[in-house]
């Protein structure tokens, strides 16, 4: 009997949280591998924290938001986000490292889709800003790298600058294509990239327009201005949500029409 009670109590000690059983240090798939394994449910935890955080350094700035801020609104305690990240400066530079994340693939996906330079430039700017203000949760943060530390800072401008230099070659293709006037592709991408960048400042989530809808309407809207031929009646009626039809560039919520 007592062999048999500690073989038990072996194999509950081998048994995770989610009832997976592991096998000298290896998990065993259960459930029809239906739910995520554990360093996957570590990883959402961790982009939790990276949203909830972008929201709050949008609303009081990195300085102005603290740990306690953060847990506050994930609804645990301060000592739960520490098990995940060790510290502030880590979390913003996360979020800083997602929104870069997100600029190099939707560059990938504008050079792949897009049939000119204008085209290119167009998908990658929509899908970066619409990832900005949706699932990265308005990391706002962009605009305050001089929280960094040193060597994050470095990290982060090699990363910016290679995205910078991959935004301008597409200007560069749609002046040598036709489809973008001639212009200097460096005061182009800074113009354009600034006005993505500022647009998680105002947007709210509960506002009068969706993700989808405000990066179809301004990406076009700020295109415009460096297309060969801008076309006056093109609309932003991209899918993603039903709020509000945008046929101009949205004003910022909280302003007066």
């Known amino acids: 009997m007592q062999a048999r ?19 000298q240090g290896t998990a065993v798939p259960t459930w029809g591998n239906a739910l995520p394994s554990r360093s996957e449910r570590a990883e959402l935890k961790r982009n939790s924290i990276f949203r909830e955080a972008a929201r709050c ?11 306690d801020d953060i847990a506050e609104r994930l609804g645990v305690t301060k000592a739960a986000l520490y098990r995940y990240v060790p510290n502030k400066h880590e979390v913003l530079f996360a979020t800083f490292n997602l929104a870069m994340d997100s600029s190099f693939a939707n560059l990938d996906r504008g050079e792949k889709e897009g ?9 990658a700017l929509r899908g970066y800003l619409e990832d900005l203000i ?26 910016r600058d290679e995205a910078e230099r991959r935004f301008r070659k ?16 460096k005061l182009a991408v800074f113009a354009l990239l600034g006005a993505i960048n500022w647009v998680p400042k105002w947007y709210r ?14 990406v076009n809207l700020v295109t415009r201005s460096i297309a060969a031929h801008p076309d006056p009646h093109r609309t932003g009626k991209r899918g993603g949500g039903k709020r509000r039809s945008v046929t101009t560039q949205p004003t910022p919520q909280g302003e007066k029409k």
């Open 5 to 23: 009670s500690g073989t038990r109590k072996a194999k509950r000690r081998r048994s995770n949280g989610d009832g997976s059983r592991s096998q």
């Open 57 to 67: 350094f949008s609303r009081a700035g990195f300085h102005g938001t603290s740990m």
């Open 115 to 123: 049939s000119n330079g204008l085209e290119k430039l167009r998908i």
């Open 134 to 159: 949706g699932k990265l949760g308005h990391p706002v943060v962009l605009l305050e790298d001089s929280a960094l530390l040193p060597d994050q800072s470095r990290a982060l401008i090699r990363r």
């Open 170 to 185: 597409l200007v560069g293709e749609g002046i040598e294509d036709g489809s973008i006037a001639p212009c200097d592709p």
């Open 205 to 218: 989530d509960d506002g009068e327009w969706t993700a989808a809808q405000v990066s179809e309407s301004l």
